[in-house]
Nanobody, 124 residues
């Protein structure tokens, strides 16, 4: 089970940091990712970090969001800056089934543990 936190209401241009901590599972050997979903739309990939700490981002957030992980704390983070109203969504963290190749990072089925979601609202 994953515990995600850090969501909230922020003005456009502001920042938030999301955290994700799996219980009963270590992240050191797994890929982790963040996805997001808005009402009426499919869940979309946001960012991922592989076990070797290489990072990958969707075009819509690249340069504004940073994914990282602290293996000692068994926690992954999503630092979100320069937030825009279109970033408003429920954000979900996920842990990969195994070490993932790059092309698999963007696919929901590559992840077998999901957090409950944390809501981010960006006001204009």
């Amino acid at each position: 089970q994953l515990q995600a936190s850090g969501g909230g209401l922020v003005q456009a241009g502001g920042s938030l940091r999301l955290s994700c901590t799996p219980s009963g599972r270590t992240i050191v050997s797994s890929s982790m990712a963040w996805f997001r979903q808005t009402p009426g739309k499919e869940r979309e990939f946001v960012a991922a970090i592989r076990r070797g700490s290489s990072t990958h981002y969707s075009l819509s957030v690249k340069g504004r969001f940073t994914i990282s992980k602290d293996n000692a704390k068994n926690t992954a983070y999503l630092q979100m800056s320069s937030l825009m109203p279109e970033d408003t969504a429920v954000y979900y963290c996920a842990v990969g089934k195994a070490a993932l190749i790059v092309s698999s990072l963007y696919v929901e089925d590559s992840y077998d543990s999901w957090g409950q979601g944390t809501e981010v609202t960006v006001s204009s």
